[in-house]
């Protein structure tokens, strides 16, 4: 990853994720949290994003593409606890999305804007069977 786009992300860690995961926990606008384990540390962490519902879990859209950390430590243990508008839900794998679909999922004017932005990278992320269990319900710190 380059340092511009290292420092855009410490930058977006350390002032605008607050703000959106007290927003996220609090079920207030767009916001969801995901809420994974760290591959090297086992800490638990919490990551705001926005996610479209749809019937199987949700689908997220990749802006910073597939080197953050949330999206690599939900591959490495293969699952996670979304947190959509106060309710928990179980992950238990997350697979790619043909963009269409990911596009269909946030619907318009959603997908209008990411279709301007040219956004192409989806991921589904596929709600368990299973309530959801772990990771534990408040985090050791947030993560970006």
């Known amino acids: ?5 290292q420092a855009w992300l410490w930058t977006i860690k350390h002032t605008l994720n607050p703000l959106t995961l007290r927003m996220a926990r609090r079920g207030f606008g767009p916001f969801s949290l995901i809420r994974h384990v760290g591959r090297r540390s086992g ?3 919490e ?3 926005i996610l479209a519902r749809v019937p199987d879990g949700f689908v997220a859209e990749l802006t910073y593409g597939t080197g953050v950390n949330w ?3 939900v591959v490495a243990a293969g699952h996670a606890v979304v947190v959509w508008h106060g309710r928990e839900f179980a992950i238990d794998r997350i697979e790619p999305c ?3 679909d990911g596009l269909r999922a ?3 004017p959603a ?4 279709r301007m932005l040219r956004r192409h990278e989806f991921r589904m992320l596929r709600e368990s069977a299973a309530p959801p269990s772990t990771p534990p319900a408040r985090p050791s710190r947030g993560a970006a």
Not at 1 to 5: D, E, I, L, S, Y
Not at 111 to 114: G, I, P, R
């Open 106 to 108: 946030f619907g318009p």
């Open 47 to 49: 990551t705001p994003l």
């Open 1 to 5: 990853m380059g340092r511009v786009k």
């Open 111 to 114: 997908s209008w804007v990411l």
């Open 43 to 45: 800490a638990t962490f």
């Open 71 to 73: 999206y690599r430590n």
């Open 98 to 100: 043909p963009t269409e």
